[in-house]
């Protein structure tokens, strides 16, 4: 249950950012990304991964963007300047992210597309998919298969009636089958 803002037909939050624990969780202090709620939907962050080889390293997407940390989060870089969904880690080389970008369609903002990076978010390459970058898909969600980390699948959503179609590539996000 949420309130309807400003004339929006869905539910409205708004983020301060990325916080951090060091004691467990008893206590969360804020990080380098912060954002006041006047900033509204650009202080949304969907999603913070850790490095599990250098816990110190981390990247945050949302609304804003996708950001990357190398000093456990005093500070930040934004690396992509767009509207993310989702970043996902390869589940064998942790060095390789997969992430999903969106198009809102009543601010006609953003563009559906995936990247891939090889370096834990430093920097990021877009990948050709065949996925209509606006007019149809509004957002992406990723998952990377356990059993042969290079089929990498994608959900597309449209804007109105749900499911735009299924992506999938065999080899590490190069070629992608719809």
Same mark, same amino acid.
């Given at each position: /249950?949420?309130? /309807?803002?400003?004339?929006?037909?869905?539910?409205? !939050?708004? $983020?301060? &950012?990325?916080?951090?624990?060091? =004691?467990?969780?008893?206590?969360?202090?804020?990080? $380098?990304?912060? /954002?006041?709620?006047?900033?509204?939907? +650009?202080?949304?962050? #969907?999603?913070?991964?850790?490095?599990?080889?250098?816990?110190?390293?981390?990247?945050?997407? &949302? *609304?804003? &963007?996708?950001? !990357?940390?190398?000093?456990?989060?005093?500070?930040?870089?934004?690396?992509?300047?767009?509207?993310?969904?989702?970043?996902?880690?390869?589940?064998?080389?942790?060095?390789?992210? @997969?992430?999903?970008? %969106?198009?809102? +369609?009543?601010?006609?903002?953003?563009?559906? +597309?995936? @990247?891939?990076?090889?370096? /834990?978010? +430093?920097?990021?390459?877009?990948?050709?998919?065949?996925?209509?970058?606006?007019?149809? *898909?509004? #957002?992406? #969600?990723?998952?990377?298969?356990?059993? =042969? !980390?290079?089929?990498?699948?994608?959900?597309?959503? =449209?804007?109105?009636?749900?499911?735009? $179609?299924? @992506?999938?590539?065999?080899?590490? %996000?190069?070629?992608?089958?719809?």
């Amino acid at each position: /249950f949420g309130l /309807f803002l400003n004339g929006r037909k869905r539910n409205t !939050h708004y $983020g301060l &950012g990325v916080y951090k624990t060091t =004691d467990g969780g008893a206590n969360w202090s804020p990080t $380098g990304l912060s /954002f006041q709620l006047s900033q509204g939907d +650009a202080s949304l962050i #969907r999603k913070v991964l850790v490095n599990p080889a250098n816990s110190s390293e981390l990247v945050a997407c &949302g *609304v804003s &963007g996708m950001y !990357h940390s190398t000093n456990a989060g005093t500070n930040w870089t934004k690396v992509v300047d767009s509207l993310f969904w989702d970043v996902v880690m390869d589940p064998v080389s942790n060095n390789i992210l @997969y992430a999903a970008t %969106g198009w809102v +369609a009543n601010a006609n903002d953003g563009g559906a +597309a995936i @990247y891939k990076s090889t370096n /834990f978010g +430093a920097s990021w390459t877009l990948l050709t998919t065949g996925i209509p970058v606006t007019g149809s *898909v509004q #957002r992406i #969600r990723l998952g990377v298969a356990q059993s =042969d !980390h290079n089929y990498v699948y994608a959900i597309a959503v =449209d804007g109105s009636s749900g499911l735009y $179609g299924i @992506y999938k590539s065999t080899n590490a %996000g190069a070629n992608w089958t719809y």
